[in-house]
């Protein structure tokens, strides 16, 4: 699927892993987004680290209830939370 991609990281790329912000920050190098606005920059997770990493890097951050409760996702910072990605969909129309 690369193919689909001009960019790609991975938890390879950065040298420290989520609840850091690193690998999120590093995605948005490519397009110079320093600073940005967290209504300009979204991160959908479905981890507590994950939503931690996104909030840290300054982003606004959904939270996916495949593994956590809404409480759960909440909790550790997400802004909103949806079900599974269709219904993320209808919320962001």
């Not at 991975?10 to 850091?20: F, H």
């Not at 997770?45 to 909030?55: F, L, M, P, V, W």
Request: proline share 5%.
């Amino acid at each position: 699927i690369e193919r689909f991609f001009d960019h790609w990281y991975s938890a390879e790329s950065v040298e420290r892993g989520k609840p850091a912000p690193d690998i999120f920050l590093k995605c948005l190098v490519p397009w110079n987004f320093k600073p940005m606005r967290p209504e300009d920059f979204w991160v959908i997770e479905d981890t507590s680290s994950g939503i931690q990493a996104g909030k840290s890097a300054g982003a606004q951050v959904v939270g996916i209830k495949s593994s956590k409760s809404e409480a759960e996702l909440l909790a550790a910072g997400a802004d909103l939370t949806a079900a599974h990605f269709t219904e993320l969909l209808k919320i962001i129309g």
